[in-house]
């Protein structure tokens, strides 16, 4: 990021620092400058709402629309996060386009097509939300970070209602199970209702953008207001037998931090598919994938090959047989979404099949050859 001293601060930087709050800086003004040549304001999207949506500029909040920016393509609309060049009057207000994005969390839908859903953009801290008011869901964990660092961001796991664990011991236990299902990913526990942990939280986010993530009933709101220093979300209380709670968030919503950075509230996600996250998958499972470098054979699918370092691993208990699974899983899931929109993937997948049956063929007329 470029300095923003006012020995080296751009004009255009400067007739707009009251954004910064926002995350505005250099670079971002460097790519705005052919569009404040054009008469256009810079601004950030704070709220999305059918077609409108919310930027705040040096002026204050405008109203947009955003029809000039609404392709087919599902993941180049609009959204919460995104730097965009808006007009400085009109009724309808225009905004004409986004700036090129530096990260962006994209999730698939749950459409039978499969489409892509942008969630947030331009975000720097992907805070995945976790209740420890419920059993721990250690794969869906890795699915949300599989998301958070195919996005370009910095995941980051926080384990919420720490205060509703019966003692250190237990909590100590449950935050090195995330550990290790997280490998490079800071996990921190909070309690927003006792304050525990939220100045070590608000540290590590201030100075950029964190996009809050997890189940309804994860306490993301609770975390929210915490953060933010006053109620800004609204919050439910959860089921007591499932520890579950009704939507809380409605829309995506980017605020001001008080210490410092914003931060993208997002509804609670029944569903988190993965969409083109190879190497998040990878990111998350990084164990797996430095195991996998010393098997015989380079394109090993880690099942029954011979050689086959991970299985090794697995034998030995270096390596849970819960990790292999999960991780078998997720690069299924994202093979397929992969497969249905390109079609080199598409005859890779068929080709694996066949060399897979003609294994199995071999290996039962090999069986065959022994019983007679």
């Not at 994209?106 to 976790?130: C, P």
Request: hydrophobic share 40%; with cysteine; net charge negative.
């Amino acid at each position: 990021m470029s300095s923003t001293s006012s020995t080296s601060s751009t004009p255009l930087f400067t007739a707009h620092s009251a954004l910064t709050p926002h995350g505005w800086d250099e670079d971002w003004a460097d790519v705005f400058a052919p569009y404040a040549a054009e008469g256009l304001l810079p601004g950030r999207v704070i709220r999305v709402d059918r077609g409108q949506c919310d930027v705040v500029t040096a002026h204050g909040v405008l109203r947009a629309d955003t029809a000039f920016v609404t392709p087919h393509d599902p993941l180049r609309v609009v959204c919460t996060g995104d730097w965009v060049a808006v007009e400085p009057d009109g009724n309808p207000r225009y905004v004409r386009t986004y700036l090129p994005r530096r990260t962006a969390f994209v999730r698939s839908t749950s459409s039978k097509r499969s489409e892509g859903q942008i969630l947030a953009a331009n975000v720097d801290h992907a805070i995945v939300a976790v209740s420890l008011a419920a059993e721990l869901d250690l794969a869906r964990i890795e699915r949300f970070l599989a998301l958070a660092w195919e996005s370009g961001a910095q995941p980051l796991v926080v384990l919420t209602k720490a205060d509703l664990v019966p003692d250190l011991v237990t909590l100590g236990h449950l935050v090195q199970d995330v550990e290790t299902t997280a490998p490079g990913v800071p996990v921190l526990s909070v309690s927003a209702e006792q304050g525990e942990g939220l100045d070590v939280l608000a540290a590590v986010v201030a100075g950029g953008t964190a996009v809050l993530l997890g189940q309804s009933g994860a306490g993301k709101s609770t975390l929210a207001n915490a953060l933010l220093g006053e109620d800004v979300m609204d919050v439910q209380a959860i089921r007591d037998v499932d520890g579950k709670g009704r939507h809380t968030t409605t829309t995506r919503n980017l605020l001001v931090m008080p210490g410092g950075g914003v931060l993208i509230d997002t509804p609670g996600l029944r569903g988190v598919g993965l969409w083109d996250a190879s190497s998040g998958v990878g990111q998350v499972f990084a164990e797996i994938e430095e195991l996998g470098r010393d098997c015989r054979f380079h394109d090993c699918a880690h099942e029954s090959e011979p050689g086959c370092a991970v299985l090794a691993a697995i034998d030995t208990g270096e390596l849970p047989e819960r990790r292999l699974e999960s991780y078998r899983k997720l690069m299924r899931e994202n093979q397929r979404i992969v497969a249905k929109t390109d079609a080199r993937v598409r005859a890779e997948i068929r080709k694996e099949w066949k060399r897979r049956g003609a294994i199995g063929k071999a290996a039962m007329e090999a069986k065959r050859g022994r019983v007679r």
